[in-house]
């Protein structure tokens, strides 16, 4: 506990700096930003006592409707302490005179970590995988949709200089607007780490790296920087979206993990010189970890109902349980960088992905790989699109929640209550799906039948 002297003092300071207002967030099970904006004044109090919420915001549907989840609605809608992380406070350079910092959730009862809290679900993973002697270092990589107003579209939103051909175009062609140096320059500024951008496959797509950090801090900062462009986007009346999917005639948004495994001394433990791939045993142990819990880890680095209409044969995601090197048509790629620089790019998650599941679920799985000692198959070579040459991914959102469900070591390390919860979520989501009559239903079914 911060002593209440220290709190004063922090206040002082922050006022002293022109902020008046502390914004505390913290992540639900979809990894959207929930919170509450405290004056500056009340700050020490907060630090203290923590903040109030409903614990049903972790069993909240994105129309905000609450479901039945971990039994909260049964104990009648009890609350949770959010409790600010002062290690995480950064100003909000668009919001003058504000600052924020990311929560963590307990039990008003105990203070206890709370078994739904995405923060906590990974602080367990990577508790566990300190038996190891290894620290997992993440470099994430994210893209997203601009989409601009357009009331002549179903949805109301079209994308954004939604011109063909712009993959890795920088400049005015295919950003008139100059949306991607505008971000970046505001990132960076709020301390998110980015290291550079560019106009992606489809109109209007984009993608932004981070840099590789211990994985903690590379999911807060993907947690604030999926906000982040968010918010930029609604100041400029425009929609940035993290969804899989979201347009029929264009493709899908990746969040791509790059992972490395680090000894106390810093020596990146995934190099090995004398090998003949340049992969030490614990970089392959990891690969075959991945390989076998990647359908499990599906549920977690790919969501939602949308998230499989992104996979498939030539879609440039992956489609088979695979690894290859420097092969972008495999699940699992290892880049040609050696020595240092070696590590693994799961290429598996979409950009719905909460940050703190999708980084807990790899840090599981590449745990469970290296106390296994779990050898990969040979990798993939040329295009990787042959169901023939390796298994395919879960090819539904059910699907990959009764692999989660079944995969008890997953499970054992990521905690039965949240998994528990989290399926249960995520059952009602298809629930509702399956109820839900689409367009393309009465487009297909309304006139012939």
């Known amino acids: 506990m911060v002593g209440e002297q220290v709190t004063r003092e922090l206040a002082a300071r922050l006022g002293e700096d022109g902020i008046d207002v502390v914004r505390v967030v913290f992540p639900d099970l979809l990894g959207t930003d929930r919170g509450r904006d405290v004056l500056v004044e009340h700050l020490p109090a907060v630090i203290?006592?923590?903040?109030?919420?409903?614990?049903?915001?972790?069993?909240?549907?994105?129309?905000?409707?609450?479901?039945?989840?971990?039994?909260?609605?049964?104990?009648?809608?009890?609350?949770?302490?959010?409790?600010?992380?002062?290690?995480?406070?950064?100003p909000i350079p668009w919001e003058p005179g504000v600052a924020?910092?990311?929560?963590?959730?307990?039990?008003?009862?105990?203070?206890?970590?709370?078994?739904?809290?995405?923060?906590?679900?990974?602080?367990?993973?990577?508790?566990?995988?300190?038996?190891?002697?290894?620290?997992?270092?993440?470099?994430?990589?994210?893209?997203?949709?601009?989409?601009?107003?357009?009331?002549?579209?179903p949805n109301g939103w079209r994308p954004y200089c939604d011109e063909p051909g712009n993959v890795y175009a920088t400049g005015r062609r295919g950003d008139s607007d100059g949306h991607l140096l505008r971000t970046l320059r505001t990132l960076s500024s709020a301390g998110l780490q980015t290291t550079g951008g560019n106009h992606e496959y489809a109109g209007g797509q984009f993608e932004i790296n981070l840099v590789h950090s211990p994985a903690m801090d590379a999911a807060d900062r993907a947690f604030r920087?999926?906000?982040?462009v968010k918010e930029l986007a609604r100041r400029e009346g425009r929609l940035a979206t993290f969804m899989a999917k979201p347009f029929n005639d264009g493709g899908g948004s990746g969040f791509h993990l790059h992972l490395s495994c680090h000894e106390k001394d810093g020596r990146n433990a995934f190099q090995a010189p004398g090998s003949s791939s340049g992969l030490s045993d614990e970089a392959r142990w990891a690969i075959g970890g991945i390989l076998k819990h990647a359908p499990a880890l599906a549920a977690l680095l790919n969501p939602t109902v949308n998230s499989y209409k992104r996979f498939g044969p030539d879609s440039l995601a992956p489609w088979l349980i695979d690894w290859g090197l420097d092969n972008r048509?495999?699940?699992?790629?290892?880049?040609?960088?050696?020595?240092?620089t070696t590590r693994l790019e799961l290429r598996l998650g979409d950009a719905s992905a909460n940050p703190y599941?999708?980084?807990a679920g790899l840090v599981a799985a590449t745990y469970l790989g290296i106390r296994d000692r779990i050898e990969p198959p040979r990798p993939s070579a040329g295009?990787?699109?042959?169901?023939?040459?390796?298994?395919?991914?879960?090819?539904?959102?059910?699907?990959?929640?009764?692999?989660?469900?079944?995969?008890?070591?997953?499970?054992?390390?990521?905690?039965?209550?949240?998994?528990?919860?989290?399926?249960?979520?995520?059952?009602?989501?298809?629930?509702r799906f399956q109820r839900f009559v689409t367009d393309w239903e009465f487009t297909e079914y309304a006139y012939h039948l």
């Open 100 to 153: 924020w910092c990311i929560g963590d959730a307990v039990s008003p009862a105990d203070e206890r970590p709370v078994d739904e809290s995405p923060r906590q679900v990974l602080r367990r993973a990577l508790e566990v995988f300190e038996t190891t002697g290894l620290q997992p270092v993440i470099g994430p990589e994210l893209e997203y949709f601009l989409c601009e107003p357009d009331e002549d579209r």
């Open 357 to 359: 599941l999708g980084i």
């Open 48 to 90: 203290q006592r923590g903040l109030s919420f409903c614990r049903a915001v972790y069993s909240t549907t994105p129309g905000g409707k609450t479901t039945e989840t971990g039994g909260v609605l049964d104990a009648g809608l009890p609350d949770v302490i959010v409790v600010p992380d002062l290690d995480t406070l950064l």
């Open 329 to 340: 048509s495999s699940m699992l790629r290892v880049p040609a960088e050696r020595g240092e």
């Open 225 to 228: 920087f999926k906000t982040s």
């Open 383 to 431: 295009y990787g699109y042959d169901p023939s040459k390796a298994p395919t991914l879960p090819a539904t959102l059910p699907d990959a929640l009764a692999y989660l469900e079944e995969d008890t070591a997953m499970v054992e390390v990521l905690g039965k209550d949240f998994v528990r919860s989290y399926v249960d979520f995520k059952w009602e989501e298809v629930a």
